[in-house]
């Protein structure tokens, strides 16, 4: 059973930093891709930071680009969300999601749209704040 759990939300002032992590549960992550979206009061869900298990590759929406990293340790079958300089608007819901199985080409195009509609699997999400 593929399940993903998120942690390392929490409350941070503006300009401070969190890092988030998503750990794949029953399964192995190697072939997936897995992105980091989220979810804002009374907003839809948005703001995709998107990685491929199989080569590393990445994505960014431009919300977050520049301020947010994606990374992956296999070993841990787990990937990070680094986010720098955080801002009140970034108050969200953050979940993590998984597409696959699938070949190293097909996470590849995954990762290049990092689409929420294109995710198979999704964590249960963890709360942001950011605030004064």
């Known amino acids: 059973q593929v399940q993903l759990v998120e942690s390392g939300g929490g409350l941070v002032q503006p300009g401070g930093s969190l890092r988030l992590s998503c750990a794949g549960s029953g399964f192995t992550l190697d072939y997936y891709a897995i992105g980091w979206f989220r979810q804002g009061p009374e907003k839809e869900r948005e703001g995709g930071s998107c990685?491929?298990?199989?080569?590393?590759?990445?994505y960014y929406a431009d919300s977050v680009k520049g301020r947010f990293t994606i990374s992956r340790d296999n070993a841990k079958n787990t990937v990070y969300l680094q986010m720098n300089n955080l801002k009140p608007e970034d108050t969200a819901v953050y979940y993590c999601a998984a597409n696959g199985p699938g070949t190293r080409a097909q996470n590849s195009i995954v990762v290049t749209t990092c689409g929420s509609h294109g995710m198979d699997h999704w964590g249960k999400g963890t709360l942001v704040t950011v605030s004064s």
């Open positions: 990685i491929s298990m199989s080569d590393g590759s990445t």
